[in-house]
Structure formats: C-alpha cells, structure tokens
C-alpha cells in the first residue's frame, strides 16, 4: 500500500512513482558478509567503474520489459549523473546505449552533461561546522533538504544527521535535525510547479 502524507497530499504522486532493487546492499562496515553479499558488492563497484556495465544493461532492460512491454518504445530512460564528467561517461555512455538497444528506450544520455566537477555525496562534511538545522543548511544544504523532506514525507519529529569518518580520533557526529513547516510549504510549492510543467509538457505533444 503506497503511502499518504497528510496534510502534504502533493506528495502522493511522488511517493507512487514506480522504484525497484535488484539487490539489497550491504554497508562494507558490516565485516560479517557471505559470499552472495560480496558478489553483490563487487558487481556494484564494477559497475561504477565501467567495467560491469552489460550484466547490469541485461538486468534493467529485462526488467523494463517485464514492467512495461511495448511501451518501452515510448519512454525515455535517464540517468542520474554521477559527481564528474568523467565519471558519468565512463558509468553510464555505453551501460544507456545498450539498455535502450535492448527494451527500445529512447537513450537520454547524449541530452545531460555534466558541466562541472563537485565531491561524491559522501566525501568532504566537516563536523566542527554543523551543530544545527541552519548550520546544515549553510555548510550542506542539499543534505539539509534531504532531512526535511524526510521529515516532510514521514511526519518524523526529528531526523539525525550523521557524519561518520573513521579514520578520526571521534569518527562519529550526530546531529538533530527538526522540522520546519515553512521549508515543507515551499519545498510542496516547487513540487506543484514543477509537477504543472512536466504536464504541460506532456499535453504539449
């Protein structure tokens, strides 16, 4: 059953969007992983490294037309970028060109570049600097956002940011992180914008 978030109904059509897992991913901080589970691992760091990018063309392609059929025709499939020009032509150049010669997608790669170069999501979060919701917000406000909008989707009272590094002295910061209904009502502002573009766009062909 697909979830409802009250008073942010908005939300819904988000929430309903169709999302699936190959695998489940096992974090390398658990030492404790069977064989099947590094398989995993190793086929998701050579996928990230271009090397793997046909197992994983066959697996979403395959999936696509389970999912879709015929209709694959009439879809455009696109990637996420990754953090660096680099990095997305070699993860996802030939994994989109042959997904889409596999299901017939229309391959969207061609049509998102990657201008500029920013650390991966993970690296470069300076503890001392964040003690709060508006510290997080000047020093990392993408993460900012991503609290709020859990917060926003759950009807959590609060969500920790946690920064984990542990090659430190003290490798673990947490942080309470609390709502705020005025970034809640902008940020369902720009989702129903955004939402009347995409139909205007599709009312437009």
């Known amino acids: 059953m ?28 658990n030492r404790n992983a069977t064989q099947e589970e590094w398989k995993i691992r190793r086929l998701i760091w050579d996928f990230k490294d271009g090397k793997a990018f046909a197992n994983v063309a066959h697996l979403v392609a395959n999936k696509l037309i389970q999912l879709y059929g015929k209709e694959t025709n009439n879809i455009i499939f696109a990637c996420v970028p990754a953090s660096s020009a680099e990095k997305n032509e070699k993860r996802y150049k030939h994994f989109s060109s042959m997904v889409c010669q596999l299901c017939g997608m229309y391959n969207a790669y061609d049509h998102i570049k990657v201008k500029g170069e920013k650390s991966a999501e993970h690296d470069n979060v300076s503890k001392s600097e964040i003690h709060n919701n508006a510290s997080l917000l000047d020093v990392k406000f993408e993460y900012f956002y991503q609290c ?22 003290n490798p673990i910061h947490i942080v ?16 129903r914008v955004a939402d009347d573009i995409v139909k205007e766009l599709i009312e437009a062909e």
């Open 2 to 29: 697909a979830a409802t978030f009250g008073k942010y109904p908005s939300l819904d059509k988000q929430w309903r969007k169709m999302m699936f897992s190959f695998y489940p991913y096992l974090s390398t901080k």
């Open 148 to 169: 709020m909008a859990h917060m926003m989707c759950t009807g959590a009272q609060w969500t920790d940011f946690v920064i984990y590094n542990p090659f430190q002295s």
């Open 176 to 191: 309470r992180i609390l709502p705020d209904e005025a970034v809640f009502a902008e940020m369902e502002k720009r989702i």
